[in-house]
């Protein structure tokens, strides 16, 4: 379990710095280039193709993003963050939902509960309009990471958007009020704030 929490939190951290500077997980730094690993077999380390997917994929470059990692992928299946981080490249540069959701699933076989699989999943079915499959992911997210705001936050948006702003409001307050400095937070008031202009 405590091995769990330590990938978790290196995806977590991996994530943060693929979306918001892309270049502190580039090639230079892990001494591989996308050419080597597109060229590559077996010898080549992992988990310095992966970073250099993730700068790619950083850097919208998806499709030689996606090359790379699915070699990552084919030489460890069993990795979540690898099958978690593949999915999100298929959705979110070939929009290739099938993909994905093979994918975040092979995550979860690989890890129950992995919170990168469980939010994926419900993003897709949420932008696919199928609220109730999302609300059924988000919910889950909320029971077995009950210290990450980010699911309670999505949970509610879904609320909200199949009519029960007054059960997300609960919801909403909590992360604003345990964790009142995050962006979750800032999320949450503006999404108290639209539901409370919609009452009659």
């Known amino acids: 379990m405590k091995n769990l929490r ?31 690993c597109l060229l590559c077999g077996a010898g080549c380390d992992a988990k310095q193709c992966h970073a250099v997917a993730l700068d790619l994929a950083g850097s919208r470059d998806f499709d030689r993003a996606i090359a790379i990692e699915e070699r990552v992928y084919a ?9 978690s981080a593949l999915a999100r490249m298929y959705q979110n540069g070939r929009h290739d939902v099938v993909r ?41 997210g909320v029971k077995e990471n009950p210290e990450q705001p980010l699911f309670k936050v999505r949970l509610a948006e879904v609320m909200i958007e199949t009519g029960r702003a007054d059960s997300a409001q609960a919801l909403l307050q909590e992360v604003v009020t345990r964790w009142p400095e995050s962006g979750e937070a800032e999320r949450a008031k503006k999404m108290m704030g639209h539901t409370a202009l919609a009452r009659p």
């Open 100 to 140: 994905a959701l093979r994918f975040y699933h092979e995550a979860l076989y690989a890890a129950p509960g992995y919170p990168p699989a469980l939010l994926g999943l419900g993003e897709v079915m949420q932008d696919r309009g199928q609220n109730d499959i999302a609300e059924r992911y988000f919910a889950r």
């Open 75 to 83: 030489r460890q299946p069993q990795n979540p963050e690898v099958a």
């Open 6 to 36: 330590q990938v978790v939190l290196i995806f977590a951290v991996l994530q943060g710095l693929w979306c918001a500077a892309p270049g502190l997980v580039s090639a230079p730094t892990t001494g591989a280039t996308p050419e080597a």
